[in-house]
């Protein structure tokens, strides 16, 4: 069966210190996969996608980059954080070629101070 | 860009009660959504739906293509339905399913 993987659960940094957020993704190959990006009292909004390796398309212009070095893995990342940048971090899978369901890992929670 | 609104923001009822959460767009979509976000932030996938109905244990999705509105209803509430629930709607880029969000429903079931 899939499964999606996304750590660490909660971070606290500093502002201007760099951020490494890793999700991963078993059991399916070729996958797209989301990073999205919930502020407190908003909805949830769509920061990056990637449709294969190295393929990252940017929705919103943020201080915020995107990776996809292995088929199953995608990372977001940033140099220097902002106080902006806090708010919960979801990843999310989707079959390729098919509509499908997006499946959503279990979410990263950063605050930054 | 479609515009996603949810009503109500917030809905609080007894256990028991039929529970009915909106969800109104603004352009033709391929599929919507309905999600359920746990006080611990994980997300679930209830539903996706681009024409009738779905029906799962107690819950119920309806969407009117015409009208661009769909509803999500759950029968018999319990407690343990208490979450925030989302609707989401995606566009035509078959395969790549970017989705617009709502900003989501919070939902508290008393005992």
């Known amino acids: 069966s899939q499964t999606i993987h996304q750590w660490p659960a909660t971070l606290v940094q500093p502002v201007g210190s760099p951020l490494s957020l890793e999700c991963t993704v078993e059991?399916?190959?070729?996958?797209?996969l989301y990073w999205y990006r919930q502020a407190a009292g908003r909805g949830l909004q769509l920061l990056f996608y990637?449709?294969?390796?190295?393929?990252i398309s940017s929705e919103v212009p943020q201080n915020l980059s995107a990776s996809r070095p292995q088929d199953r893995q995608f990372i977001l990342s940033s140099k220097k954080l902002l106080l902006s940048d806090s708010g919960f971090y979801l990843c999310?899978?989707?079959?390729?070629?098919?509509?499908?369901?997006?499946?959503f890992g279990a979410g990263t929670r950063l605050s930054v101070l | 860009k479609n515009e996603v609104e949810q009503s109500p923001q917030n809905l609080t009822a007894q256990e028991g009660e039929f529970i009915t959460i909106n969800c109104s767009y603004s352009v033709g979509i391929s599929a919507l959504h309905w999600l359920q976000q746990h006080p611990g932030g994980g997300i679930v996938s209830l539903f996706m739906l681009s024409s009738g109905k779905k029906k799962h244990g107690r819950l119920i999705a309806t969407i009117n293509i015409q009208e661009k509105h769909s509803s999500l209803h759950i029968t018999a509430s319990h407690p343990r339905d208490s979450a925030v629930y989302i609707c989401a709607v995606g566009g035509d880029n078959f395969g790549n399913e970017k989705l617009t969000f709502g900003t989501g429903t919070r939902l508290t079931i008393i005992p």
């Open positions: 999310a899978w989707m079959g390729r070629g098919v509509k499908n369901i997006q499946y």
């Open positions: 990637s449709v294969g390796i190295g393929q």
């Open positions: 059991g399916t190959s070729n996958p797209n």
